[in-house]
Structure formats: structure tokens, C-alpha cells
């Protein structure tokens, strides 16, 4: 039995000066169609109208290209300007569903991006490192890996100054038994993850070293003239640690959700909203954070992306393995008794250490959470087997593969 699996092939372009120009223009027009159309709804919500559907945007969009204050737009290929006006769509749905604050306006330079959808328009060509992109032509780039499977779509992307696509495919694969048995997870600021057998994984501490890089570059650019020459130098160096950040985290979970994917069949974690997750670091009244100041601003962002990243990671590799990520309501999984049961505040007398009131059993904190994701991910895991309807938040990731091996 196979299974399908997407995966998404980056590499660097290698753009002519002509091409260069076209792509800027082309991140340019989705920006401004995002910007404009998010304008349109705050507008529309401001007066009580409803926001306009994607089909609706679209409809907006072919004004915009036939009008002549805005007829620069019509340069730019349909498809992904339609595609921005739909990344708007989901930065809405993202709200609504608590993953992600409300859409902002986007900004020049930040996160330039446009996305070609239709396969039918593309054309690679591994053999001579080359791909037709509309209203691009033949493009080069640097040919570092064998992309596997059928082309669904590209993304072009700028970052420091460099051009990249990643290219998204799909492609049929056997699917591998899952290994190991069931785990559960807890995620906090002190440990960034510690799984129910008690390992942990500590978090990634180099970017202290690289907030320390990023307030002097800072420091350094305030002593600028605006926009003189050196202003922009000092501003690309700040870009190239955001982007030296972004990677050291990246490699981070990817090593850590791939391991524990790995090695495991299931897998339960807390469903926590994200945004809570940023609340508790912080600390609540009773119990204020030991590291407040380390666990705000830049510390803090890191953890809230690096959560929410973790376990999209941790989803689709389970997935490619057959394994499965049990959701869990987060319900008194840090105040229960592994050993006992008893529920009590009292159980956790410090951040790190459980001590049960009634009958003694002590262990790490973050351990005893994880034992009681665990055990809830089961009961979880056990209803939807047999068939009873899960609860609205449990999620499975490919229930006819995992029933199978289950
Ligand atoms: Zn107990």
C-alpha cells in the first residue's frame, strides 16, 4: 500500500540581471495586492460588511489589472497574485483558529515572495539546472540535489540579497513500518522538550550569543546617517543574523522532531495554543517566570515560532513514517500523580520538581507532564481506533496507515 508524500526541494537561483528586475517587480505586485486587499476587508469590517471571499478578491484583482492608475500589475503573472490574495485568506483562517496573530501589512524586503501554483506552466529541466518559470523564461540555479517526484508548485523567494525557489512535489512512496511505541511530550522554556522516558532536549543556546550580535548591529545602525551608504550596510548585517538565527533553528528541530519521529510510532503532545505557550513564559501571577527577562523579546519570539515549527515538523514526519500525533487537551497534565492519581497544586511545589502530597512520588516536573500527555494521547488514541468519535482537537494524521499498524 502506498502513500503519498510531498516535500519541498530548495535551491538558489541563478538570475540574469533582466530575470532579477522581473522577480522584484513581480514580490513588488503580490505585496501590494496583499496589502491593498487586506486594506479592502479591515475597511469592509470597520463599516460591518463582510469580508470578501477568495473568489470575490479575485474578481477585485482583474479590476485592479485593467485599471489604468494600477495597470503595472498586469506585468506581473495571474497566478501568483491570485495566490497572495489566498495567503491572505490564510492568514485570516489562522487567526480565527487562534494559530497566528491578525494578518499585518507587508513590508518591502521583508519575506519577498511569490508563488507559481499551476504544474502546467512549469518546466524543470535537472539536466541543464535550468527552469521555465512564466513571464521568467529559462532560469539557472545551482543544481545541489535530485528533485524526486512530480513538480505541484514553486515558490521564489529573496533573502539577503540572493534569490531562491524551493519546489514542492508529490510523489508515491512505501510506507515504512513505525518503530518504537508511544510517547509523550512536554514542551517548556527550561527543557525544550522532554518525552515521558525521560530524555530531554535542552534548548538551542546560541542564540543568546546571536542576540548579543544583533543588539550591537543594532546599536551600530542608530549611529547611521538614514539611507546613507553605510546605513544599508549596517541594515544587511542585521538581515544576514536574522537569517543565521532562522537557520541554526532550523537545523535545531529538525534534528530533534526527526529523531523522535524516528523512533517512534505514536507520539502525544498538549494541544497548547501557541499564543498561550508565549503567555506562560512570561510567567503568571502566582508563579512568576524565574528568567522573565531571557524569556522576553527576541528569546521569546524564538520559542513561540520554535513550538509551533516543532510540531508541524513532528505531523508530517510522522506521517512519512506512518506514525500518528495524538492531541491532547492539556487538562492538570503538570498538577496529576503518575502513581497515585491525586490532583493537586501542591504537587509542584518548584517549576522543576513534582512531589506528591499523598503519597510521596517525586520526579522532574517536565517528566511527570510528559508521563500525563502520555496517558491521555492513549485513552485519546484507544477511542479512535475502536471507532467512537474523537473529540473535536484530537488530530490524526493518516488514519487508514496507522489503523494498519496500530
Ligand atoms: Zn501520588
Redesign the pocket.
Known sequence: MGMRRLQAFKFELRPDGYQQRQMRCFAGACRFVYNRALALQKARYEQGEKRLGYAGLCKLLTEWRHNQETAWLADAPVHPLQQALKDLERAYANFFAKRADFPRFKKKGQSDSFRYPDPKQIKLDQGNSRIFLPKLGWLRYRNSREVLGEVRNVTVSQSCGKWFMSIQTEREVEPPIPKGGAVGIDMGIARFVTLSDGTFYAPLNSFKRHEKALRKAHQALSRKVKFSNNWRKAKARIQRIHARIGNARRDFLHKISTTISQNHAVVCIEDLQVRNMSKSAAGSAEAPGKNVRAKSGLNKSILDQGWFEFRRQLDYKLAWNSGWLVKVPPQNTSRT?P??G?VSADNRKTQERFA?I??G?EENADVVGAINVLRAGHARFACEVSGIPPAAGTHRSDLGVALCHA
Open positions: 500523580c502513581a497515585c491525586h506528591c499523598e503519597c512520588f
